[in-house]
């Protein structure tokens, strides 16, 4: 079941400084159509990592209504974070290099609709895995494109965007490794070059490698890369960019609700863009829920979506308008 946000809201938007100048335009374009919905706009910025989860939960239901992570899938993962099992719902804005969620959430890439969504969305509420004790809206995954993730320099990533991860991609492929993951899925050893725990359909982008994947399962999808030689590589590398992942023989897709990473050892497990540590680690769904607004509920929670519109009987009460709330303070100029 969904609800719907305030339709003009007091927005703290967190926001990442190190995203590069061609998205600080894409913050200021932000801001003026939020004020243009008419909201109340808190621009608060990181300032190292972690930051962003500490900042989303210092922020107190009493002064805003919405929090916007504004970056890419790494800021709304440690936003998201400040967020779990608090009542103030999380909107994003797609200012990042993959942007997975956005494509996950069916937002697109546009300002515009990011900021239309703030007022005019659905508030869904997901419960988010945990690889370790961090939660994750999108995947955590080990294997080679972990070893992408920790080999990319983030200058370089600010300057060619995707094209970083494609070159250390190629770089990774063409090392002779004979490196496989061993992992423990619901209680049975599994092997395999690349695997891939998701509660999303989407990877890389726009690309589908877990097409039955929703944010709002209550279980993990799991996607097996088995073979590592390098022409498998390199045939699952073109099959993503055709979205055929699922057809690939060398590809299978389970179902899980626990999953443990076990080595080999020291290896880097990635979530949502970023390395969160090394293995041997667990994956797990969460118990704490979180507060997402979505323009497309459908895409989250598939159709259990459906519940009654504001102000029906059984439904949210209406929201309030905020249209003439004071002035908030400790906002940065943009």
Request: with cysteine; hydrophobic share 45%.
């Amino acid at each position: 079941m969904s609800e719907k946000p305030a339709n003009r809201a007091r927005v703290a938007v967190i926001y990442n400084p190190a995203a590069g100048a061609r998205q600080r335009g894409r913050l200021r374009r932000l801001l003026r159509r939020l004020r243009q919905e008419g909201h109340e706009v808190l621009v608060r910025r990181t300032e190292g990592p972690g930051d962003a989860t500490r900042i989303a939960a210092s922020l107190m239901p009493a002064d805003v209504d919405v929090v916007l992570a504004a970056g890419g899938d790494g800021t709304i993962n440690e936003v998201a974070n400040g967020l779990i099992d608090r009542p103030l719902p999380l909107a994003i804005a797609p200012l990042g290099t993959a942007n997975v969620l956005a494509w996950e959430l069916g937002h697109g890439l546009t300002i515009s609709g990011a900021a239309r969504t703030v007022g005019r969305g659905h508030i869904v509420r997901i419960r988010p895995a945990l690889a370790g004790e961090r939660g994750f809206l999108l995947m955590a995954s080990a294997g080679i494109d972990a070893r992408v993730v920790a080999g990319v320099n983030s200058a370089l990533k600010r300057r060619i965007g995707k094209l970083a991860y494609a070159l250390v991609a190629f770089r990774e492929i063409l090392r002779p490794s004979s490196r496989r993951i061993e992992l423990d899925i619901d209680g049975r050893v599994e092997h395999a070059a690349l695997a891939v725990v998701t509660h999303a359909a989407h990877y890389a982008g726009p690309f589908v490698i877990a097409p039955d994947a929703r944010l709002g399962d209550d279980h993990l999808s799991v996607v097996l890369v088995r073979d590592g030689r390098r022409v498998a590589l390199l045939r699952c590398g073109l099959a993503l960019l055709l979205n055929r992942i699922p057809r690939q023989a060398e590809v299978e897709i389970l179902q899980a609700r626990h999953v443990r990473f076990l080595g080999p050892p020291g290896e880097p497990v990635q979530s949502d863009g970023d390395v969160i540590g090394h293995m041997p680690m667990g994956v797990r769904v969460g118990d704490g829920e979180l507060a997402l607004i979505v323009a497309d509920p459908t895409r989250v929670l598939g159709e259990q979506a459906g519940g009654p519109a504001v102000g029906q009987a059984g439904g949210p009460a209406p929201a309030r308008d905020y249209r003439e709330a004071g002035a908030l303070t400790q906002e940065a100029r943009y």
